[in-house]
């Protein structure tokens, strides 16, 4: 194992037990995973440009909710991530997260344990990126819907492991929407109490996994947040009805831009009106934040 350095994550209870080479940069790990309670997965993006040295520059990109195929391939499925990284020597990491994970470790009814995907995705992925691939201690972090609640919400809880943070269409207020979130786990086949307990009694952890409550944690971070308003946009297909979930996700991103503006945070907002929650719109505002994520890791700017 290497020693520490600053920004570097430790746990070595996790190990990979198979690796798949999709094609020359993309590789499937499968990981077994104490905080899991079972195998977890995750897809690399290999550097396309050799990076001097062993610190290789990180994304570490996100999924949403309830897709379809697995988590861990929907980027590279869905977007042109690895041809937008390719004129870059940034390693692209994208973790599973479940269908309903919602990026953080379950309270159980107070007694913890699996599944705690906030400790899989940094106390034992991130290690093992690190060791078996060379990643460095220079991170940046993005994701769409959950994944933009697990964005905002690994910045602020561990603001050692960031330099810049973007959301696309994120779950940024999870007090407001408690229902909605339980509702989610529950059509899952999840235990909605299980997730952070009751909204009332429990309230404390509600807000400790709210982006917009974390927000003043966020000082000093580079940050994105974008969101469409659920009218059909430009990059819908025509007849797209309107669309409920980004409509109320939109509240809640100007909810958090409001506030990210009174608290003086480094935040670039694209409220960007009429979109839906859909992929074109993820994969277009990468693109426009991808170059304050690899400027704040240090990583060139590709195409």
């Known amino acids: 194992m290497r020693k520490t350095r600053p920004g570097t994550v430790t746990g070595d209870a996790a190990r990979i037990t198979r690796v798949d080479e999709v094609d020359a940069r993309t590789v499937d790990l499968t990981i077994a995973s104490p905080a899991l309670g079972r195998d977890g997965h995750a897809r690399i993006l290999l550097p396309a440009v050799p990076v001097p040295g062993a610190d290789t520059p990180v994304l570490l990109l996100l999924h949403g909710c ?52 906030e400790t899989f995705h940094l106390r034992e992925l991130l290690p093992l990126v690190e060791r078996e691939f060379g990643a460095g201690g220079r991170r940046a972090v993005a994701g769409l819907s959950m994944g933009g609640l697990g964005t905002l919400g690994y910045a602020a809880r561990h603001r050692d492991l960031f330099r810049s943070a973007a959301s696309f269409s994120g779950v940024l207020h999870t007090v407001p ?20 307990g009751d909204p009332v009694e429990q309230a404390a952890i509600w807000h400790a996994h709210s982006p917009y409550e974390l927000a003043p944690r ?64 993820w994969e277009r505002e990468l693109h426009r934040a991808f170059p304050m994520l690899m400027r704040s890791i240090g990583a060139t700017r590709g195409r």
Do not use: K, Q
Not at 94 to 107: K, Q, V
């Open 177 to 196: 929407g408690a229902d909605v979130l339980m509702e989610m786990v529950a059509a899952f086949g999840g235990e909605p109490l299980a997730l952070w």
């Open 66 to 117: 309830c897709d379809m195929i697995p988590g861990w391939t929907a980027w590279t499925a869905n977007t042109d991530v690895a041809e937008l990284t390719a004129g870059t020597g940034v390693m692209v990491v994208m973790p599973e997260a479940g269908t309903h994970g919602m990026y953080s470790d379950w309270w159980n009814h107070g007694a913890g344990g699996p599944p705690a995907w």
């Open 218 to 281: 966020l000082r000093g971070l580079p940050l994105y947040i974008a969101s469409g308003d659920g009218t059909p946009g430009p990059l819908d297909p025509p007849g797209a009805a309107d669309d409920a979930l980004e409509a109320t996700l939109a509240l809640a991103n100007r909810a958090f831009v409001e506030r990210a503006g009174e608290l003086g945070l480094t935040v670039t907002a694209n409220l960007y009106g009429p979109g839906t929650h859909t992929w074109p719109y």
